[in-house]
């Protein structure tokens, strides 16, 4: 956890003016907050950012990592990363991208391609070819639609009905990467919500 200094808080205080609460309608909410404190679930997600921004759209929480610079005049220039998409209903979580298209992860292993059915920053869903029902996948790779290979960590959490569910992690670039892709198909899904904001 990091504190603000008091030029960092009058930069801010500047920046974002109140909340709007001039309509009751959740799906057109919007308020934008620094943080100082990221809940514990997503340290690791966010590369243990010591500063946010925090974005409320309708009932999705954008987490984005923020580091302030200072130009040669003193100035401060805030930097934002790629936010993390958390999902409200039903409890704070990853933000899971259903009906996949195109994404496949590979078992180091034997080489085998096997699909994915549902992706967030923190785990999947994927069909369990019949070959491989009788051992637990060793799968080390997600390819995303545009061919991009990012490593990860799998760690299987069930299999029901030969569909498997499992944690993943990403570091690093493949972290910032799958971060990306995440944020540009949760833009693409819900353009509405976004048409007030830069992002």
Not at 37 to 52: D, R, S, W
Not at 108 to 137: C, H, R, Y
Not at 173 to 190: G, N, T, V
Request: with cysteine.
């Amino acid at each position: 956890m990091s504190t603000l200094s008091d030029e960092e808080l009058a930069y801010f205080s500047g920046v974002f003016s109140p909340e709007d609460d001039s309509t009751d309608n959740t799906l057109s909410r919007h308020s934008l907050s620094v943080a100082t404190e990221i809940p514990q679930v997503l340290a690791h997600i966010l590369g243990n950012a010591k500063l946010t921004l925090l974005a409320e759209i309708s009932y999705y929480r954008l987490w984005f990592p923020l580091t302030l610079k200072q130009d040669e005049l003193g100035q401060f220039l805030p930097e934002l990363g790629i936010p993390e998409v958390i999902d409200m209903r039903g409890g704070e979580r990853s933000w899971r991208l259903n009906n996949v298209k195109n994404i496949k992860v590979i078992d180091n292993d034997t080489a085998t391609f096997v699909e994915v059915l549902s992706l967030s920053s923190s785990g999947m869903t994927i069909k369990v070819p019949q070959e491989l029902n009788a051992k637990v996948p060793r799968l080390t790779q997600l390819i995303l639609p545009n061919g991009v290979h990012l490593d990860m960590v799998f760690e299987p959490v069930r299999t029901e009905n030969g569909v498997m569910a499992a944690k993943i992690s990403a570091e690093g670039e493949s972290r910032e990467i799958l971060r990306q892709f995440l944020f540009s198909e949760h833009k693409a899904k819900y353009a509405h919500l976004y048409k007030k904001i830069n992002c």
